[in-house]
């Protein structure tokens, strides 16, 4: 009564739910700046969760998509220290991304920021654009899914745009009145970075 059957080896299939290894809630903003620079490196990260399920790891992703939903729970606390989250060499620059993603998306939801909240942003970005040859501005090459120096800007254009064409034109004529010349520099800056977008996937 023998069957004769292909031999078959167990298989799995799924969705990767990247988690992040922390509670923001339970941190201040200065603690999450530090900890960015020491114990949530990304490599660290990898390394203290490589024995997580393959489906559900906690990594520096998933602390990013963290980052990005407690920026629109704590605006006012991570804006004031926004620039604490620009620093070339030891805080990743997807964290960074992150945290602008988060306000990319309140600004595209319709939230309203303040003069004096857009003026936080700007200040960001103007030490941005003054630290501008410290960092590769080149698509990344090392497989990672994490974001890069080029990410980062093509953030910083979305943001911009989203605040010189606020619907509100008495502040967004007080806006022009006190940033024109660092919002001028900063267009000049974006034009200069030549490898964006990437020929590969995007048009020119």
Request: avoid cysteine.
């Amino acid at each position: 009564n023998f069957k004769l059957e292909p031999p078959r080896s167990r298989t799995y299939a799924g969705s990767i739910s990247e988690r992040s290894p922390v509670n923001l809630g339970d941190f201040t903003i200065s603690q999450i700046v530090e900890n960015l620079k020491s114990e949530w490196i990304p490599e660290k990260l990898e390394e203290q969760f490589k024995g997580d399920d393959f489906y559900s790891p906690r990594n520096a992703s998933g602390l990013g998509d963290a980052i990005k939903e407690d920026v629109k729970k704590r605006i006012d606390d991570y804006l004031k220290e926004i620039n604490s989250f620009f620093d070339v060499g030891k805080i990743h620059p997807h964290y960074l991304y992150s945290l602008l993603r988060g306000i990319e998306e309140l600004l595209r939801n319709k939230q309203s920021f303040t003069t004096e909240q857009i003026s936080q942003i700007l200040g960001l970005f103007e030490s941005i654009r003054n630290q501008g040859g410290n960092f590769p501005l080149k698509q990344d090459n090392d497989n990672s899914w994490l974001t890069g120096w080029i990410a980062v800007h093509k953030l910083v254009a979305d943001i911009l745009l989203y605040i010189l064409s606020d619907k509100d034109e008495i502040k967004r004529t007080e806006i022009h009145k006190l940033h024109v010349e660092k919002i001028e520099n900063l267009i000049s800056y974006l034009f200069t970075i030549e490898n964006s977008p990437s020929k590969n996937d995007e048009k020119p």
